[in-house]
């Protein structure tokens, strides 16, 4: 995933996030067992907002709600596999019975195997990557949307990668599924903020590249923190809403770079 950052973008805000500031809010974050998922959510929740964590694997969530936890943090944990419709709308029954989530991220995705050009990669392969990064990101906002338009006041804020890019270091070959699965979250994220009225109605929708972070999928080797990856998605989901406040956009450090 080298060559992902992009220097050249102009930061359009550089105000520090303020503690309290997401007091009463309730965030949702898929994936947010491990990785920048994780990061975002300990954010999310030492900004004020109570995070309610999906993750596939209920060790990993319990251990991820549990570090919030014994913080003094707002959180808790829920099982679900992001690409399974049924189970989504099982999530979101007991969440809503609840709860009004006001924020949503969708950070949950899983890498390519590291040969799938195109015509190397099996049906089963590229259904499992698309079904996790691009169904997954519709099934979370096919349950957790509609309060959030119904009450004209949301942050939708999904995980794409400069990989899924049609510019720069975009979509240029190699790992198929993963970069075409992106490439359908930027074409969402833009189809879905339009139809949302592009702000105009209380619900912002945005995409992030996090560029190549330390994870389990970005590797020991890479040259951000997941904290650093996880900065702009807290930005986003704090933002204040008015005339200039720009949505539907590909962001990345806070700045708006090309789809
Ligand atoms: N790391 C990078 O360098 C980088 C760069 C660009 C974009 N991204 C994007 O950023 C997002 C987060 O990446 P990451 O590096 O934090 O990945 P990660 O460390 O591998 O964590 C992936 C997270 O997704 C969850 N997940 C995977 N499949 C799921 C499913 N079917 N249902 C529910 N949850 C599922 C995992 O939960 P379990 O613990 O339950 O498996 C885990 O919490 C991904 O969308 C990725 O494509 C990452």
């Not at 520090?16 to 009463?24: H, I, M, Q």
């Not at 995070?51 to 913080?71: D, F, K, P, Y």
Request: glycine content about 10%; overall charge neutral.
């Amino acid at each position: 995933m080298s060559g992902e950052h992009n220097p050249e973008a102009v930061v359009v805000d550089n105000s520090a996030l303020v503690p309290g500031s997401l007091t009463n809010q309730v965030a949702v974050v898929t994936g947010g067992s491990r990785g920048i998922g994780f990061a975002a959510s300990l954010g999310l929740a030492k900004l004020g907002a109570h995070v309610l964590i999906i993750g596939q694997n209920a060790e990993n969530v319990t251990n991820a709600t549990q570090q919030l936890q014994s913080q003094g943090l707002l959180s808790d944990g829920f099982v679900g596999d992001v690409s399974k419709p049924e189970q989504m709308d099982q999530v979101s029954a007991q969440i809503l019975n609840r709860f009004t989530p006001t924020i949503l991220v969708n950070s949950a995705g899983v890498m390519s195997e590291k040969t799938a050009k195109t015509l190397k990669t099996s049906v089963e392969e590229w259904d499992r990557v698309l079904s996790i990064n691009l169904n997954g990101v519709f099934n979370a906002i096919r349950v957790f949307a509609p309060i959030m338009v119904e009450k004209r006041n949301g942050r939708i804020i999904n995980l794409s990668a400069c990989l899924g890019r049609m510019s720069g270091p975009g979509t240029n070959g190699g790992l198929a599924p993963y970069r075409i699965s992106k490439a359908g979250v930027n074409a969402l994220t833009k189809n879905f903020a339009a139809e949302t009225g592009n702000g105009k109605r209380g619900v912002l929708v945005d995409a992030i590249c996090p560029a190549h972070c330390q994870t389990d999928m970005g590797g020991p080797d890479a040259p951000r923190s997941a904290e650093q990856g996880a900065e702009t998605i807290l930005w986003l989901a704090s933002r204040n809403l008015n005339e200039q406040t720009q949505t539907g956009l590909l962001w990345e450090d806070r700045a708006i770079v090309p789809w």
